[in-house]
C-alpha cells in the first residue's frame, strides 16, 4: 500500500527497524542517488562514510541523553555513488527505550550550504563537538585525548576551511552567513 503523503514528502523519509531500511520515499531515494527498491532491507550503514561512522552514532544513539526516543544531527553521509554529502538527520524511534526499534528518520541534503572538505574520522569528531560549543578540554575528555591535541586537530580544520578564528570556523562547518 502507498502513502502519497509518505511517498511525496519534500525531505528524505526511512522507516528503519534495528537499522534496517524497511521503507523509503521517493526524495530518500533521490537524495541518496537510487530508486526506493535500491535500500529496502539494507543496513542504513551503507549510507555512512565509513563503518566507524555508523557505529559511532550508534553507541550516540544509545546514551542516557538521547534515549528518549528521538535524536538529531548534521553529519556527512555518502550516496550510492561514494561522493559524501553534508545532511541533517532527524529520527524518532516507536520505543523511547529501545533506540534501535522500529522508527521514523528524515535526512535532508544541505551540502549547498556546507563545503565538502575531506577531514579524517577524528577531524569530523572534534569538528562536531566544536559546533556543539564544547572546550578544547571538553572535547578532549569526550574523546580521550589530550586538549593539545583537539588544539592540533581545530587548528587543521582552520586550514582546510580557510578559517582564521574558531568562530569563523563554526561559521563555515554550521553553514551559518559570516
Not at 14 to 41: H, K, M, S, Y
Not at 51 to 75: A, P
Not at 152 to 159: D, F, I, M
Amino acid at each position: 500500500m502507498t502513502e502519497p503523503a509518505f511517498d511525496h514528502a519534500p525531505v528524505g523519509l526511512a522507516v528503519l527497524d534495528a537499522r534496517i531500511i524497511t521503507r523509503c520515499n521517493f526524495q530518500f531515494a533521490e537524495t541518496f542517488g537510487g530508486t526506493p527498491a535500491d535500500f529496502l532491507g539494507h543496513s542504513i550503514a551503507i549510507l555512512y562514510p565509513s563503518q566507524e561512522d555508523f557505529q559511532k552514532i550508534g553507541e550516540r544513539l544509545q546514551q542516557d541523553d538521547v534515549r528518549h526516543g528521538t535524536y538529531n544531527d548534521e553529519r556527512i553521509m555518502r550516496r550510492l555513488t561514494g561522493d559524501l554529502f553534508w545532511c541533517r538527520v532527524r529520527g524518532r524511534s516507536t520505543s523511547s527505550d529501545v533506540p534501535f526499534a522500529t522508527g521514523v528518520w528524515s535526512f535532508a541534503d544541505i551540502s549547498e550550504d556546507r563545503p565538502i572538505v575531506s577531514l579524517s574520522p577524528r577531524e569530523r569528531e572534534v569538528a562536531i563537538l566544536t559546533c556543539r560549543g564544547l572546550s578544547a578540554k571538553e572535547i578532549g575528555k569526550e574523546l580521550g585525548l589530550s586538549y593539545r591535541t583537539v588544539e592540533t586537530h581545530r587548528a587543521n580544520l582552520l586550514v582546510k576551511f580557510e578559517a582564521r578564528k574558531l568562530p569563523e570556523l563554526v561559521a563555515k562547518l554550521t553553514g551559518m552567513p559570516l
